[in-house]
């Protein structure tokens, strides 16, 4: 589908300011490609909100510090990325990484005794 319409580049992290005053400021010459424009504009909003709560959920599992809340961490954190990958938010190859290396970790702070309660030497 081609619009009417040519985009700026922009940097990563000024993706919504700078791509909706873009957006706004130019007058689509078509009433689908008007359209188009504010469904793009939910949609991406909804994909940052989905994409948020991965990067929270990883974050979480990183920051945890006993081997449980590490664990609790993990099945949350992958059930954000199993529902991102399932909507085509991020890839299943990327999900699947993300996964099996949040589980490594878990895995290697599970082998080791609890951050909080250091064990004592007699």
Do not use: C, W
């Not at 005053?21 to 949609?43: G, I, Q």
């Not at 993990?74 to 938010?89: M, N, P």
């Amino acid at each position: 589908m081609m619009r009417s319409f040519r985009l700026t580049s922009y940097r990563q992290d000024d993706i919504l300011e700078k791509t909706t005053v873009h957006l706004e400021e130019m007058m689509p010459t078509h009433a689908s490609t008007a359209k188009r424009v504010r469904s793009d504009k939910k949609r991406r909003l909804a994909n940052r909100k989905v994409k948020s709560r991965v990067r929270t959920a990883e974050k979480k599992v990183h920051q945890a510090q006993s081997k449980d809340e590490a664990l609790a961490s993990l099945v949350t954190a992958t059930s954000a990325l199993d529902r991102a990958s399932s909507k085509g938010i991020i890839h299943r190859r990327t999900a699947a990484r993300k996964k099996s290396r949040l589980a490594k970790m878990v895995n290697a702070m599970a082998a080791k005794p609890d951050r909080k309660s250091p064990e004592k030497k007699k």
